[in-house]
T-cell receptor
Framework: EPEVTQTPSHQVTQMGQEVILRCVPI?????FYWYRQILGQKVEFLVS????????KSEIFDDQFSVERPDGSNFTLKIRSTKLEDSAMYFC????????????FGDGTRLSIL | GQQLNQSPQSMFIQEGEDVSMNCTSS?????WLWYKQDPGEGPVLLIA?????ELTSNGRLTAQFGITRKDSFLNISASIPSDVGIYFC???????????????FGQGTILTVHP
């Protein structure tokens, strides 16, 4: 069964450094999402992306965050200057088309900011 | 913003027992999803519900989309040790346009099953 893949599985970065998290959504999916889960807490929506532009973003997704679909397969989340509170699991998800489709999640990237 | 209240926060049960958990919201959702998350992994879809009143089963799991569109429950029958994990409800307002598919998650229910 097709799946969403994320790399790396674990990223350790010094505070203030830039980090790029990568996702390969399910092929032929059209809607893409990033979510965040701080340890022990619920999953929180960050941003949705469709037709090469951001559809919606949450309050968490401030100017330090950006997303990009640089080619036909990858979907990236960049944090420009990481803060300690950015430490979390980051999940990518995708949906195929409008209508009754559930979001499929990757296994996430654990981001640790030192 | 939209909030989902999920209960209970945790459950400790004996193998073979049935389990029930639910989510409620102050606002309407047009899609309800139930996910299970194991440590270090992403949420795995268990059941998707798209119609008010819908009752759907997946093996030992049964979930219902509340008729008011503001609640959903998940039942697990005859629990087994591998049911251990965190269960999340998630809802989507799915109003089309910019909010399509954005999921709001509940706080999760931690399930422990004793053999």
């Amino acid at each position: 069964e097709p799946e969403v893949t994320q790399t790396p599985s674990h990223q350790v970065t010094q505070m203030g450094q830039e980090v790029i998290l990568r996702c390969v959504p399910i092929s032929n999916h059209l809607y893409f999402y990033w979510y965040r889960q701080i340890l022990g807490q619920k999953v929180e929506f960050l941003v949705s992306f469709y037709n090469n532009e951001i559809s919606e973003k949450s309050e968490i997704f401030d100017d330090q965050f950006s997303v990009e679909r640089p080619d036909g397969s990858n979907f990236t989340l960049k944090i420009r200057s990481t803060k300690l509170e950015d430490s979390a699991m980051y999940f990518c998800a995708s949906i195929g088309q409008a209508g009754n489709q559930p979001q499929h999640f990757g296994d996430g990237t654990r981001l640790s900011i030192l | 913003g939209q909030q989902l209240n999920q209960s209970p926060q945790s459950m400790f049960i004996q193998e073979g027992e049935d389990v029930s958990m639910n989510c409620t919201s102050s606002s309407i959702f047009n899609t309800w999803l139930w996910y299970k998350q194991d440590p270090g992994e992403g949420p795995v879809l268990l059941i998707a519900l798209y119609k008010a009143g819908e009752l759907t089963s997946n093996g030992r799991l049964t979930a219902q989309f509340g008729i008011t569109r503001k609640d959903s429950f998940l039942n697990i029958s005859a629990s087994i040790p591998s049911d251990v994990g965190i269960y999340f409800c998630a809802g989507s307002a799915d109003a089309g346009g910019t909010s399509y598919g954005k999921l709001t998650f509940g706080q999760g229910t931690i399930l422990t099953v004793h053999p």
